[in-house]
C-alpha cells in the first residue's frame, strides 16, 4: 500500500538529531540537490557540507548537515552525518567565529594541507549560518 510519509533519521556519532515522520526530505548531495517524496525508489547519495530540509504538515525544519550519506529505502530516510544540527540549535556567534578564524587560517596558510583545513572549516560555519538563517 502507498505510504504518505517518510520516516526521516538525522544521525552523528554523537546523537539521533532528528527522527520523526515527514512529508518530503530535500538534502544536497555531491553532485546536486534532490528531494524525496513518500513512494520514491530505493536511493543513495553522498551528502555535501550544506543544508538539508524537512517538510510535516507545512511546517518546514532546516539543518546543517556536515557531510555524509543519505540512504532511502522502504518509505525510511536516513542521514548519518559526522556533525548535524537544527536550525534551531545553531549558535550563530560560533559558526561566524569560526568562520573568521577559518578565513585567517586561510590567509596565513602555508601548505595545501592548512588551505583544505581552512576551507574545510569555512564550509561547516557556512553550511550552520544558512540552516540558522530560514529558521
Ligand atoms: P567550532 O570551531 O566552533 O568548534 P567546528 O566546525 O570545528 O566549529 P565541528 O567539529 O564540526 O565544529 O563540531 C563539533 C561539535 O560541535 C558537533 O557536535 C557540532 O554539532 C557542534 N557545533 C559546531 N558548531 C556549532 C554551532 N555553531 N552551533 C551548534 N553546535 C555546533
Do not use: W
Not at 35 to 42: D, E, F, R
Not at 54 to 76: D, L, P, R, Y
Not at 84 to 105: F, H, S
Amino acid at each position: 500500500m502507498a505510504e504518505k510519509t517518510i520516516h526521516l533519521k538525522i544521525i552523528t556519532p554523537e546523537k539521533i538529531v532528528f527522527e520523526d515522520d515527514v512529508d518530503a526530505v530535500y538534502a544536497q548531495g555531491k553532485d546536486g540537490s534532490f528531494g524525496v517524496l513518500p513512494n520514491h525508489i530505493p536511493f543513495m547519495s553522498s551528502l555535501a557540507v550544506d543544508t538539508a530540509k524537512a517538510e510535516k504538515n507545512g511546517e518546514v525544519f532546516n539543518f546543517s548537515i556536515i557531510g555524509g550519506t543519505f540512504q532511502f529505502k522502504n518509505n525510511e530516510a536516513i542521514i548519518l552525518s559526522e556533525a548535524a544540527e537544527c536550525g534551531n540549535d545553531i549558535d550563530t556567534t560560533r559558526a561566524q567565529l569560526a568562520k573568521e578564524r577559518a578565513e585567517a587560517m586561510l590567509s596565513n596558510a602555508e601548505t595545501k594541507r592548512d588551505i583544505k583545513l581552512a576551507n574545510a572549516a569555512i564550509a561547516r560555519a557556512m553550511a550552520r549560518l544558512k540552516a540558522a538563517s530560514k529558521r
